[in-house]
């Protein structure tokens, strides 16, 4: 039974043909969620799988009561992301990735909850130890400086773990017009200029595989989708 005292996180993780890596992953998912002082549920949205990535986060369900999930038919990162955080009921919503999640930032991001409506795991910021390549790193650099031209956000990374309060989900989330990689880029700077206070903090970033997506391929579209968002906004 849930504890009443406690606060409620609904944890957000979109999924794409991922049943060569669901098995491993799930176990220390819950392992890592274990010591947050938090009612957690996990809301796993799959989108457009052609595996059986459903199939075992139903088998998981059964095994881990907060487990859920959702479905979308088209695989879209940022629509599963939006639609995930949409369904949530929770005071607090996290999103986190199937190979990038951590428990220690999620108690960490709580310990502001009075400080803060948003909290970024931050690849950047002092203190951050990004392991990742360095043509990824340079790539994240980039998609920043052309945040802070293009849209004028102070932030320093808007992509990866963070933290999000109901009251951002429930008045911003419904205006994101991005899907695809720019959801939670529109999100946060969205949330930005609409005076809701975000916070940074140094992550920790080690890569359990190789990037699924091709980033010269992504190259356009993002360009192409900060470019809508600087019209929408």
Do not use: C
Not at 185 to 205: D, H, N, Q, W, Y
């Amino acid at each position: 039974m849930a504890n009443p005292t406690l606060t409620t996180v609904t944890v957000v993780i979109p999924v794409h043909n991922e049943a060569s890596f669901l098995p491993g992953a799930l176990p220390r998912l819950f392992a890592e969620l274990e010591s947050v002082d938090a009612d957690i549920s996990v809301l796993i949205a799959e989108n457009g799988s052609t595996d059986e990535t459903a199939d075992l986060v139903r088998e998981a369900m059964e095994t881990y009561p907060a487990l859920a999930l959702i479905q979308l038919t088209a695989p879209d990162y940022g629509a599963a992301m939006k639609e995930g955080f949409l369904r949530s009921d929770s005071q607090w919503v996290a999103n986190f990735d199937i190979d990038y999640f951590s428990g220690t930032f999620l108690t960490a991001a709580l310990s502001h909850a009075d400080t803060a409506d948003i909290i970024l795991a931050s690849k950047r910021v002092e203190g951050a130890d990004d392991q990742r390549s360095l043509v990824r790193r340079f790539a994240t650099w980039t998609f920043n400086q052309i945040l802070r031209f293009a849209l004028s956000s102070r932030v320093s990374d808007t992509h990866g773990m963070k933290l999000v309060r109901r009251s951002v989900v429930d008045d911003i989330v419904p205006l994101v017009i991005s899907t695809t990689d720019l959801f939670d880029t529109e999100l946060v700077v969205r949330a930005e200029k609409a005076g809701f206070r975000i916070m940074e903090l140094p992550a920790s970033v080690v890569e359990l595989r190789e990037s699924r997506s091709n980033l010269i391929k992504r190259i356009p579209r993002t360009l192409k989708g900060v470019w809508r968002i600087r019209r929408a906004l």
